[in-house]
T-cell receptor, first 111, second 114 residues
């Protein structure tokens, strides 16, 4: 399983764009990159997943460079409710694959 | 996406007793997992709950301490046996539907052992 490295914490202000970068130098050819969000007293929630280039959904964008050794989760115009822990995971996107969580990034959004 | 319900949502238990946590998914899922999360920490995978066979445990977790059942494709239980204060944690059930795709989580069971 590929090891991931993320900043421990980040601060931002409401309305700003937030970019959280995750390093995964030993990512394998078949690995996908997945991001989860976790609020206090809740289980993690899937945000976005990608394999290469750029993926965008209604919540976030995921940028993956050609070498795939890192990825950046981009949250546009954050609000106070985006304060949460964000986890970057790398691994096979198959039914039999067990998901191992890293330390995550604590994002604090201030008014 | 699958909706996962866990019971109880929280409990306070005495040392030496056991607690069984139930996890119900609103649709049939291929894979179910149990995680533990200490306050302020990341999630640690306890085991994969296999339907119709014994669970697959991660290093540091054993069946005698954390017996798991999975009688069908929508339900699983995790028992925390012979509890000690060190078992105080949040226990989370998760599932992957359709054989591929991301994990879905319940809101967890907050266990306090006194």
């Amino acid at each position: 399983l590929a090891k991931t490295t993320q900043p421990i914490s980040m601060d931002s202000y409401e309305g700003q764009e937030v970019n959280i970068t995750c390093s995964h130098n030993n990512i394998a050819t078949n690995d996908y990159i997945t991001w989860y969000q976790q609020f206090p007293s809740q289980g993690p929630r899937f945000i976005i997943q990608g394999y290469k280039t750029k993926v965008t959904n209604e919540v976030a964008s995921l940028f993956i460079p050609a070498d795939r050794k890192s990825s950046t989760l981009s949250l546009p115009r954050v609000s106070l409710s985006d304060t949460a822990v964000y986890y970057c995971l790398v691994g096979l996107n198959t039914g039999g694959f067990k998901t191992i969580f890293g330390a995550g990034t604590r994002l604090f959004v201030k008014a | 996406s699958a909706v996962i319900s866990q019971k109880p949502s929280r409990d306070i238990c005495q040392r030496g007793t056991s607690l069984t946590i139930q996890c119900q998914v609103d649709s049939q899922v291929t894979m179910m997992f149990w995680y533990r999360q200490q306050p302020g920490q990341s999630l640690t995978l306890i085991a994969t709950a296999n339907q119709g066979s014994e669970a697959t445990y991660e290093s540091g977790f054993v069946i005698d301490k954390f017996p798991i059942s999975r009688p069908n494709l929508t339900f699983s239980t995790l028992t925390v046996s012979n509890m000690s204060p060190e078992d105080s944690s949040i226990y989370l059930c998760s599932a992957r539907e359709g054989g591929v795709g991301p994990l879905h989580f319940g809101n967890g069971t907050r266990l306090t052992v006194t």
